[in-house]
């Protein structure tokens, strides 16, 4: 393989292993606030417990994210230096505005939310965990918008071949950046959500942990009861940007080769096996007009075909097609079990139903696969380029870099990764298997302790209300 294929891969695995870390912090950072506002609201010791066990899963996921994302940003300029060079003028200021604002966000009270508990007052730390759930946000908001001028650039213009910002406004909020904001946060929220309830199952099957498992799975069921079909309209509304901005991907996510005859619509392809060689799809298995009505909410709407360009204009049709159906697939399997969660709910059934319990555990990890299977459409579906329509990936690629250099650092991060994210894996495995533990009772504030000079202890509380 030559450098700019082995370029690909190694950008490909190392985002896949980012992508996940980010998007599961930026869910968890709102639950984080969401259980220390239902601990200051209600005194209840279990929604303290909980904070402090999310918070040990919070700390390590954001530690991996920010390693992996350390290592793909030097790749822009190992890899990817001529992208850099006529695209930086307008890529580089996005993702310093995501380190100004999010990441120094992030840093400011991060560490008051992780180590601060009983050395500040109970407000600021509650403002400190809000700050860090507001800075993962903030940071999506950068990145996403970095990413979707990539696939409908906007704003610019081009001096000798170097991209020119012409309108900030235009480049930040680029036609497609709305709807993938919305698409990625809610992706994120809908992945956390699922960890939490199948976490939450897993304890109610094995019988521990009974409390908490059933307040987190009472909230997850509600949240994902909101967010998922949120979700479905968002994916709705993304997608006919999309048909308008990136026809072909959509074409290639849909398997659509040609035109239909005029009046039979665009067939809905449940299954096939796409054959580019011969431009056609195998063994398919298609509902006719039904494609036309979700793509284009008409029964007879045609979209653009796959050999309306030619085939070098065109994404590889199949990784885009079978990615697309396994995250439609898991959204689908999602919004059943939302369902059958509120119907046993209803029936006072929602914490002994093996089959939604089931169903839970079954889906801990689809929010993680979803998430990559959407990115592995998106950034494969705008192929042959990295900005659409203008900068083709074979053109971006370092021009003196060797194939040799790529593989050897491409080994060196499949071997660090396997060791460094193969022990967080571990060790978020065993946290989670623990799981929440009852804590020591807070300080008391009314008397003025915030920093106690000596530790809390279950021993010492009770050698004081024996004496009293």
Known sequence: MDALMLSRIQFGFVISFHILFPAFTIGLASWLAFLEWRWLRTRDSVWRDLFFFWTKIFAVSFGMGVVSGIVMSFQFGTNWATLSEQAGNILGPLLSYEVLTAFFLEATFLGVMLFGWSRVSEKLHFLATCMVALGTLISTFWIISANSWMQTPAGYTLVN?????????????????????????????????????GVSAAY??????????????????????????????????HGL?????QPIKVAAMEGHWQHEPK??????????????????????IAIPRVGSLIL?????????????????????????????RVMVGLGVAMLLLVLAS???????????????LNGWRALTLS?????????????IGRQPYVIYG???????????????????????????????????????????????????PPPRRDAGEKTPARPLSAAGDAIEENAQ
């Open 241 to 245: 940007n999309a048909l308008e901005h």
């Open 204 to 237: 109610l099957r094995r019988g521990e942990h009974v409390d908490a498992a059933k307040r987190m799975l009472k909230a997850a069921v509600i949240f994902a009861a909101i967010t998922v079909p949120l979700q479905i309209l968002a994916g709705d509304q």
């Open 367 to 379: 929010g993680f696969v979803a998430i990559l299977a959407g990115w592995y459409v998106v950034e």
């Open 161 to 197: 071949g170097v991209f020119e910002p012409a309108s900030w406004w235009d480049i930040v909020f680029n036609p497609s950046f709305p709807y993938r904001l919305a698409h990625m946060v809610l992706a994120a929220f809908i992945t956390t959500c699922f960890v939490i309830g």
């Open 263 to 284: 009046g039979e619509g665009v067939p809905l392809v449940l299954f096939a096996v796409p054959n580019e060689t011969a431009e056609r799809n195998d063994y398919e």
């Open 296 to 324: 284009t909410h008409s029964m007879d709407g045609e979209i653009t075909p796959l050999k309306a360009v030619p085939a070098s204009e065109r994404p590889p049709v199949k990784p885009v097609f079978y990615a697309f």
């Open 390 to 440: 203008l900068l083709r990936t074979a053109d971006a690629v370092s021009p003196t870099i060797a194939a040799a250099s790529v593989m050897t650092s491409l080994i060196v991060y499949a071997l660090v990764y396997a060791i460094v994210f193969g022990s967080g894996v571990w060790y978020l495995r065993k946290l989670l298997l623990k799981g929440p533990q009852a804590h020591e």
């Open 342 to 356: 509120l119907w046993a709910w209803r029936r006072g059934k929602l914490y002994e139903s093996k089959w939604v």
